[in-house]
C-alpha cells in the first residue's frame, strides 16, 4: 500500500509557521519591487499613461501592514483548527509564474496605450463578443481582452497576487471557515457547492482541499477563464468540480439545488441592479438552511482610513462599477433576496457576508 509523506509530522510547528511568513514576505517583497519598477519604467517611456491619483499617508500603510500580519495570523490559525491542510499556505502557481510572468512585462505597453488613449473595450478581432452583457464587454483592469481570451486568464492570477502583494489567496481562503461552517447542518449528506464567477478555479481548488468529498460546481461568463480552470482542477486527484459557462444572473440549476454557494470578487464589477438578480439567483438555487458566502472588496464605511485608497483604485485600474459598489448595502439586499442570520467581516481589504437561506 502507498503511504503519503507529511512534512507536517516532521517539522515543529514554530518553523512552520515561520516558513509560511517567510514565503509571504517574499511575496510581498516581489509585489512592491514589480510595481515600484513598473511604474518607474511607465513615467519615464509613457508619463502620459500616470493616473491622477492621491498620495497614501503613511499611517495607511502602516495599518495596512497590521492587517496583512493579522490576516496571515487567521490563516495560520484556521490550518491550524484543520479548516484545510497546512500545505494550502503554500500553494503558489509557480509554473504559470514561469511560463507568463514575462508577458506581463511585455504587455505593459499595450495597456498603457490604452490607458492614454481611454480605451476601455478594447478586444482582439477574433473574439466573438456576441451574446455577453454589456456590462461585462470591459478591459476591466485594463486587461488586454478584459476576460475574453486565454492570454488574459494565463496572466490573471499573476497579476491579482501582484496587486494585492502576494495576500489575494489568503483573502480568498477566508471565506473556507463559515462555509464549512454553514454547511455543517447537512453533515450526513454529500453537499454540492457551487462558485459563481469562478474565474481561474482557484477558490474551487481551495474548496476542494477544505471539503474533499463534497461535489463542487463552478460557473462564469468566460470560457477562457472556464478553460484555464479546468487545467488547474483537473489536476488535483478527486471528484472533478463541473464547470459551466454561465451568467450569475441566470443560473442553470434547479431550484434549492445547492447545500452552499460562494462567490469572490464579482460584486464590484457589477452595475447594482445586477449585483441584486445575482444574489436573488444565488438565493433560489440554495437549499433551505443552506449557506452563501460572498468576499468582495471592503466599502466605504469598513475602513473610513483606506478611504484614499479606494478612491484611487478605480483610477489605476478599469473598475467601472468599484465608486457604486463601496457604498452599496449589500446586506439589505441578501435581506431584500429572503436570506437571514447576515453578518459581515473583513480581512484585510477583503470584505465578507455570511447568509442563510431560511430553512423550511
Ligand atoms: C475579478 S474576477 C474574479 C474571479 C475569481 N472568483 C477569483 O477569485 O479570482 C471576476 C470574474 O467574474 C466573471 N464574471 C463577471 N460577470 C459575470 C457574470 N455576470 N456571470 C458570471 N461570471 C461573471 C468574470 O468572467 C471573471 O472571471
Known amino acids: 500500500m502507498q503511504s503519503t509523506l507529511n512534512i507536517e509530522q516532521f517539522i515543529p510547528d514554530s518553523l512552520m509557521k515561520l516558513t509560511y511568513q517567510a514565503f509571504q514576505y517574499g511575496k510581498s517583497s516581489f509585489s512592491l519591487a514589480h510595481k515600484n519598477f513598473s511604474t518607474q519604467l511607465r513615467d519615464i517611456f509613457l508619463p502620459k499613461a500616470k493616473p491622477e491619483t492621491q498620495p497614501l499617508h503613511p499611517e495607511l500603510l502602516q495599518k495596512l501592514q497590521e492587517k496583512t500580519t493579522q490576516l496571515l495570523e487567521a490563516e495560520w490559525e484556521d490550518a491550524q483548527q484543520g479548516v484545510y491542510p497546512l500545505a494550502l499556505l503554500f500553494d503558489h502557481q509557480w509554473e504559470d509564474f514561469f511560463r507568463y510572468y514575462p508577458a506581463v512585462w511585455l504587455n505593459m505597453p499595450d495597456v498603457w496605450q490604452r490607458v492614454i488613449q481611454k480605451q476601455y473595450q478594447q478586444f482582439s478581432p477574433e473574439i466573438d463578443q456576441e451574446g455577453y452583457p454589456s456590462y461585462y464587454l470591459q478591459n476591466f483592469h485594463h486587461q488586454t481582452d478584459g476576460y475574453l481570451s486565454d492570454f488574459s486568464a494565463n496572466l490573471y492570477d499573476l497579476q491579482v497576487e501582484i496587486l494585492f502583494n502576494g495576500t489575494a489567496d489568503g483573502m480568498r481562503r477566508r471565506i473556507l471557515a463559515p462555509l464549512k461552517q454553514g454547511l455543517k447542518v447537512f453533515e450526513s449528506e454529500k453537499v454540492r457547492v457551487l462558485d459563481v464567477a469562478c474565474g481561474t478555479g482557484r477558490i474551487l481548488k481551495f474548496i476542494r482541499a477544505a471539503l474533499p468529498k463534497a461535489s463542487l460546481f463552478g460557473i462564469d461568463l468566460s470560457p477562457a477563464y472556464l478553460r484555464k480552470a479546468n487545467q488547474l482542477l483537473a489536476a488535483i486527484p478527486g471528484e472533478l468540480p463541473q464547470l459551466l459557462q454561465a451568467n450569475g444572473e ?43 458566502v460572498i468576499c468582495d472588496s471592503i466599502q466605504s464605511l469598513d475602513l473610513p482610513e483606506f478611504k484614499t485608497m479606494m478612491e484611487n483604485f478605480p483610477v489605476i485600474f478599469h473598475e467601472p462599477y468599484y465608486k457604486s459598489y463601496i457604498s452599496d448595502d449589500l446586506v439589505a439586499r441578501l435581506e431584500k433576496a429572503g436570506f437571514e442570520n447576515i453578518r459581515t467581516e473583513n480581512h484585510l481589504v477583503s470584505k465578507y457576508w455570511i447568509a442563510q437561506k431560511p430553512c423550511l
Not at 264 to 287: D, G, T, Y
Open 250 to 292: 441566470e443560473l442553470p440549476y434547479q431550484d434549492n439545488y445547492f447545500h452552499g454557494v460562494s462567490c469572490v470578487f464579482l460584486f464590484h464589477e457589477l452595475p447594482p441592479a445586477v449585483r441584486q438578480q445575482v444574489i436573488e439567483e444565488s438565493f433560489r438555487v440554495i437549499q433551505p438552511g443552506g449557506i452563501y
